[in-house]
């Protein structure tokens, strides 16, 4: 692509819908889906592989969020990175923009060895699972999650989730931060938070007690640390169950159903200790859950590279190393008015497609999309409008290109686990 290309933030974020959603969770051996439906149609999918059992309960395959002691085993300048033995198979890796804040000496531009040494142990938090032949992304940035704030130890301040667009809401929220932050020698010193939305609509009080549980969630790890022999796992996040009752379920949600009984107490636990009106949400369903609503179906699809449209049109989603590649195909599709009014038409129905596509199979990395040509400068704008609105759902953060006189749309998704479908699968 042309140096020229500046990519556009997909700034849009998820909003209010009036909708009927529902969350769909299955229980299986060796994993747990959760599913996400807005009036019966699947617009979230999260599959947890699960590797056994610990302490009674099932641990996730997934270390997002894990807040290790680990030891730095090799500083490489030339790279302007570090690797961290974090006590898993492969090292993870820690940038030099996750370690800037570790620099020993105020500096405009540190180095990598300006932040870290080789033997020393360091407190970092997985920010990207193990893929393939990779090891975990890791960042020395600690933030603990809860139902209402994102808690950022140290790092005192308060920001609004950008999925937050009401000017309103935003002020209100900063004024109640202020309020928060007021009262920080009594829930931890120098702290800083991130409101997320469903803080929206939040009494100052609910989110002083979310705030106080996440301060005393920090203390308990700092205690852990004061002992701990790196490598040393001293945190983990809420297992699926939990977090998907902490991200997903909204105000929008009218019911969570649970195929698996232990499932379904642990997910009510959570509710009555951080969420008590979303309990009576919850209901616990026969098996077969995601055959009933179709879901089973969907899942099938998304094995298959190519997504074919009522209208006849197509999409073929092809991953290689390097990149994601979507072709847009008009196939028996044919509009009354040409070939510019066919493509216009047949544009507009992939793009709303594409960012659901993408977001259900999980593709990172950078995604290039190969419209049918257009000429008239509208119709590509309008395109690309419909592309950007397909996309901004996405709880990922996202980037888009303008198009380019080839018709090309690039795309950059960060990828934090592995894809649903593999290389050479999907």
């Known amino acids: ?33 959760i599913a996400h439906l ?11 592989r699960l590797i056994g059992a610990e302490e009674g309960t099932r641990r996730c395959h997934s270390h997002i969020g894990d807040i290790v002691l ?14 961290v033995d974090i006590g898993l198979e492969r090292a993870g890796f820690l940038g030099l923009r996750e370690a800037r804040m570790l620099a020993r000496q105020p500096s405009d531009q540190p180095g990598i060895s300006d932040c870290v040494r080789e033997g020393e142990a360091l407190l970092v938090q997985v920010v990207k699972d193990p893929i393939g032949e990779k090891g975990a992304r890791l960042s020395a940035g600690i933030t603990l999650p809860g139902r209402l704030l994102v808690m950022k130890p140290e790092k005192q301040g308060i920001a609004i989730s950008r999925r937050v667009e009401d000017e309103n809401q935003r002020t209100a929220l900063h004024e109640l931060g202020q309020a928060l932050l007021a009262e920080g020698d009594s829930l931890a010193p120098g702290t800083g938070f991130i409101f997320r939305t469903a803080a929206q609509g939040a009494a100052l009080q609910e989110l ?35 977090r998907a009752m902490r991200d ?36 616990v369903t026969p098996r ?15 094995s298959q590279p190519r997504v074919r449209f009522p209208s006849g049109a197509w999409i073929t989603i092809e991953s290689t190393e390097a990149l994601t590649a979507v072709d847009v195909n008009s196939g028996s599709f044919t509009q009354s008015g040409g070939l510019e009014e066919t493509g216009f038409a047949v544009n ?75 290389r050479g699968s999907v």
């Open 1 to 33: 692509f042309h140096d020229s290309i500046r990519f556009w933030p997909i700034a849009c974020a998820i909003r209010e819908r009036h909708m009927t959603a529902e969350i769909l969770i299955n229980v299986g051996p060796g994993e747990i889906r």
């Open 38 to 48: 807005c009036h019966g149609r699947l617009e979230q999918l999260n599959i947890e």
């Open 70 to 83: 680990g030891r730095v085993q090799r500083v490489l300048p030339g790279m302007q990175a570090a690797f």
């Open 208 to 242: 002083k007690q979310d705030a106080a549980a996440l301060a005393e969630a920090w203390r308990c790890i700092q205690d852990r640390r004061r002992s701990a022999r790196a490598p040393t796992t001293l945190y983990r996040d809420l297992g699926p169950i939990e």
């Open 248 to 283: 997903i379920v909204r105000g929008d949600v009218g019911r969570v159903l649970i195929d698996d009984a232990g499932a379904a107490e642990a997910a009510r636990a959570y509710c009555r200790k951080a969420m008590p009106g979303a309990e009576a949400h919850i209901e």
């Open 288 to 302: 077969g859950l995601f055959d009933r609503f179709g879901v089973e179906e969907e899942i099938a699809i998304l």
């Open 348 to 422: 507009l129905e992939a793009s709303a497609e594409i960012g659901r596509q993408i977001r259900l199979r999980g593709i990172g990395g950078l995604i290039v999309v190969d419209f049918i040509h257009l000429r008239i400068e509208d119709h590509r704008r309008r395109v690309c409008e419909a592309l950007e609105k397909s996309l901004c759902f996405d709880r990922a953060p996202v980037q888009i290109s303008p198009m380019t006189e080839f018709d090309i749309v690039a795309i950059t998704r960060k990828r934090s686990r592995e894809p649903l479908m593999r």
